[in-house]
């Protein structure tokens, strides 16, 4: 046994000091990416969002609504070829902006050929909730093997040596996440975890230094923090909570008490493998939970608000474009960040 004793961060944890600037708008701030990545020699260029391959934000209607803004989706894993193929006839632009999700079973190989053949999708994400196992490499140089051309993005991990063996056996963008979300309960269950926004840090250091990119995955709970991600070196961040609640997302507006909203649960809970596995396997815990999110309507008005928060994160430090957010950024290390004197009495 051994203890590491520096101190690892998350987002509630720093605050990004303001710079001397020369903006005088945030609407001066561009937050458009391009990239070229390391192993498919892809590229892409659009706004570095992603919504989370759960079940509820991973849906076609958000792929759509989403591309509106060139922000990308990854649409879940249990949709069918057959419904793939009628969503790329219709809607090529936000196809473009999808990633088709895969696991390491066979069924789900089988199963993502038939969507990339159909749909002619140019985007995977290779999604486990633990990336360090050896068939999850192995499945991952399988899959580069299969797609030479096609951009991969592999995880989740939190450790740099494990992110350079990724990007070393296929993968171009790493997806970095072990217990942040805001369904998971993986940190409870086992006690296994990363403070989110250090892992970012470390990850993205190790990924910048192959030529590979990195995704932060869960734990973004405000504009603030989807803006710390990114300052922390995130190359693309992927949200779920964030997300959910929305008419775009799966399920139906429940009202109770003159209250609406949705049910959201992680893709692990008890709710999601009794869904789509028919039961909880014995031989593991459920690592996600069921909660009634807030109904929020379009989720136009959402992406908006983050965007507009990370326009005027970089105006506050003096980045003109997004790519310079994390030059410019330096993290205070803080107590208390947010005021909530009145969090009780927030008007309707
Ligand atoms: P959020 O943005 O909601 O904080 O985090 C979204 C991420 O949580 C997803 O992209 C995924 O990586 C992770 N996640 C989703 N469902 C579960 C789950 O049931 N268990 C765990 N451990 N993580 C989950």
Not at 93 to 98: G, H, K, L, N, Y
Not at 167 to 189: F, Y
Not at 263 to 285: D, L, P
Not at 331 to 339: D, G, H, K, S
Request: proline share 3%; glycine share 10%.
């Amino acid at each position: 046994m051994r203890i590491e004793y520096d101190v690892k961060l998350d987002f509630k944890d720093v605050l990004i000091r303001p710079k001397r600037s020369v903006l005088t708008s945030r609407s001066e701030v561009s937050l458009e990416r391009e990239f070229r990545f390391k192993n498919s020699g892809a590229t892409w260029k659009g706004v570095p969002i992603i919504a989370a391959n759960m079940d509820h934000t991973g849906t076609f209607e958000m792929a759509k609504a989403l591309a509106k803004h060139q922000l990308l989706t990854a649409i879940d894993k249990f949709i069918s070829p057959a419904d793939w193929q009628v969503f790329a006839t219709r809607n090529p632009e936000a196809t473009a902006a999808s990633f088709v999700s895969v696991g390491i079973s066979e069924e789900d190989f089988v199963k993502a050929q038939e969507i990339i053949k159909v749909s002619k999708v140019k985007m995977i994400c290779l999604d486990v909730a633990n990336g360090y196992t050896e068939r999850f490499v192995d499945f991952l140089k399988r899959l580069r093997d299969n797609y030479p051309d096609t951009l991969i993005m592999a995880g989740n991990v939190v450790t740099g040596e494990m992110v350079e063996e990724l990007l070393l056996s296929g993968a171009d963008v790493v997806k970095i996440g072990i217990g942040p979300g805001s369904v998971c309960t993986t940190r409870e269950k086992t006690g296994v975890g990363y403070p989110q926004l250090s892992a970012i840090i470390e990850c993205a250091d190790a990924a910048h230094g192959l030529g590979g990119h990195v995704c932060a995955d869960g734990g973004c709970t405000s504009p603030g923090d989807v803006a710390k991600a990114f300052a922390a070196g995130a190359d693309f961040v992927m949200l779920g909570g964030m997300l959910s609640g929305h008419d775009e997302c799966l399920g139906e507006v429940i009202e109770e008490d003159g209250v609406r909203f949705k049910r959201f649960y992680g893709m692990s809970s008890k709710e999601a493998m009794e869904k789509y596995h028919g039961s909880v396997a014995e031989y593991r815990a459920s690592e996600g939970r069921s909660v009634d999110v807030p109904y929020r309507g379009a989720v136009k008005n959402t992406v908006l608000d983050i965007l507009g928060g990370i326009r005027s994160t970089c105006t506050y430090v003096g980045a003109h474009r997004l790519k310079e957010l994390s030059k410019r950024t330096t993290f205070i290390r803080v107590t208390q960040q947010l005021n909530e004197v009145f969090v009780a009495h927030q008007a309707k």
